[in-house]
């Protein structure tokens, strides 16, 4: 049974069926071989969707669109402009830094990808060329998914359950999120400072820079707000996004004033198409993994694993080398949803702190959004920049290694993940 649905799935995937219909496919083939009622289907999918903490997600969306649409993008960079100076690369740093803060408003690493690439993108292919410029774009807008409020992170603890929380998760996204950060603007430095790219920018001066800090303002309480509150149990997460929409509308009208009544139709449009792209994948991903369940996969697997090693750092690696191929094929969702159910209890059987794997399970399928041949990033970037995904895969490759560099950092160094939560007592 669960053959029929693995190879159901990939020859509708391999065939370019939108991968929530092709789980839903394939977990129609498992229920049918293991003659079931089909009725369980419907059932199954209403269960997963019909979930309190799952609001999270598209208010999240909702309150990044939002931030978007008043108008915080310029604010952002002319913060940024202020910080950097006049250096070598002084756009691409704008961007990172951009992206990190953004990333603490969106959560998403899609949508920061569209902001920063509408709004950057014809300016920084004037200094550099366009592949080196959307690989920059694409790395600042993966920070998304790291640095809290993360998306990924909801799923992930949701599809855990009570083994780990989205508040220890969010902070065990800073320390890394902040090194990658600090990565990529060396890294950034290092390619404009060998390409002989011009200075960019204004001169540093400290009154400009409480000008631009006192502006964008706004958008950095919005993290310390939301963040904080989930973080110092004020608060859940899902009403912490309930509060970042409340917020967002707030700033939009009232502070920077450039929100008005008619955007909000295509804000709202905009956030439930991608809040509805989620919410399918975890519908039928549920109903494949109820398939898997019946069939005893997940016992399976773990007596599988546990009579291959009885070593943590084995399986902590077989799982990591699996994930890294996986993230290469399917969306990073999509792989939250089916797996994590399965590697989850199986980490903690091994005596593997549950912040710690899901961390590293997050960072690697992140890493994925940004690796051939399906990674999502590439194509967003391609559609903004008008270029080959040749010429981006040939732009992008020493940023994604970065972040590999990293992950392995955080695999080799646990308190690089887990020192901060741990410390907040997560």
Same mark, same amino acid.
């Given at each position: 049974m669960t053959f029929v649905v693995i190879i159901t799935f990939l020859v509708f995937a391999l065939l370019g069926m939108p991968l929530a219909f092709a789980l839903g496919f394939a977990s129609l083939g498992g229920l049918f071989i293991a003659d079931m009622d089909l009725s369980v289907m419907p059932q199954r999918m209403m269960h997963a969707v019909d979930?309190?903490?799952?609001?999270?997600?598209?208010?999240?969306?909702?309150?990044?669109?939002?931030?978007?649409?008043?108008?915080?993008?310029?604010?952002?960079?002319?913060?940024?402009?202020?910080?950097?100076?006049?250096?070598h690369g002084?756009?691409?740093?704008?961007?990172?830094?951009?992206?990190?803060?953004?990333?603490?408003?969106?959560?998403?690493?899609?949508?920061?990808?569209?902001?920063?690439?509408? /709004?950057? *993108?014809?300016?920084?292919?004037?200094?550099?060329d366009t592949g080196y410029s959307s690989s920059v774009i694409a790395s600042a807008a993966n920070l998304g998914a790291i640095i809290p409020p993360s998306n990924a992170m909801i799923v992930y603890a949701l599809m855990a359950g009570s083994s780990v929380s989205v508040g220890g998760l969010f902070m065990a996204g800073i320390v890394p999120g902040i090194i990658l950060t600090i990565g990529f603007m060396l890294l950034a430095s290092f390619i404009s400072y060998k390409r002989d790219y011009p200075l960019t920018g204004d001169g540093f001066q400290i009154t400009n820079v409480i000008i631009q800090t006192r502006r964008a303002i706004v958008i950095i309480l919005m993290p310390v707000i939301v963040v904080g509150g989930i973080v110092g149990g004020i608060f859940t997460a899902t009403e912490g996004a309930a509060i970042a929409v409340v917020y967002s509308l707030i700033s939009g009208f009232f502070i920077t004033r450039k929100l008005k009544l008619t955007d909000l139709p295509g804000v709202l449009f905009r956030s439930a198409v991608t809040a509805a792209m989620v919410g399918a994948l975890i519908a039928f991903a549920a109903t494949v993994t109820f398939v898997f369940t019946i069939d005893l996969v997940p016992m399976r697997l773990s007596g599988f694993i546990q009579n291959f090693t009885d070593n943590p750092q084995v399986f902590l690696i077989l799982v990591m080398v699996?994930?890294?191929?996986?993230?290469?094929?399917?969306?990073?969702?999509?792989?939250?949803?089916?797996?994590?159910?399965?590697?989850?209890?199986?980490?903690i059987t091994f005596g593997i702190d549950p912040l710690y794997f899901g961390f590293l399970f997050v960072l690697n399928l992140v890493v994925g959004m940004m690796t051939p041949p399906v990674g999502v990033l590439l194509f967003v970037m391609c559609?903004?920049?008008?270029?080959?995904?040749?010429?981006?895969?040939?732009? *992008?490759?020493?940023? *994604?290694?970065?972040?590999?560099?990293?992950?392995?950092?955080?695999?080799?160094?646990?308190?690089?993940? /887990?020192?901060?939560?741990?410390?907040?007592?997560?």
């Open positions: 979930n309190f903490p799952l609001m999270a997600i598209p208010l999240f969306m909702l309150a990044g669109e939002l931030m978007v649409s008043a108008g915080i993008m310029q604010r952002l960079i002319d913060f940024a402009n202020s910080i950097i100076g006049r250096v002084g756009l691409a740093h704008v961007a990172i830094i951009s992206g990190m803060i953004l990333a603490a408003v969106s959560g998403a690493a899609v949508a920061s990808a569209s902001a920063l690439g509408s /709004t950057l *993108v014809p300016s920084m292919r004037k200094q550099y699996m994930l890294i191929m996986v993230g290469m094929f399917i969306a990073s969702n999509a792989a939250y949803i089916m797996l994590v159910p399965l590697f989850a209890p199986i980490a559609g903004i920049s008008k270029i080959s995904m040749s010429e981006m895969i040939h732009s *992008v490759w020493p940023f *994604v290694v970065l972040q590999y560099i990293v992950l392995i950092l955080c695999a080799v160094f646990p308190q690089m993940v /887990t020192g901060l939560p741990h410390y907040l007592g997560y």
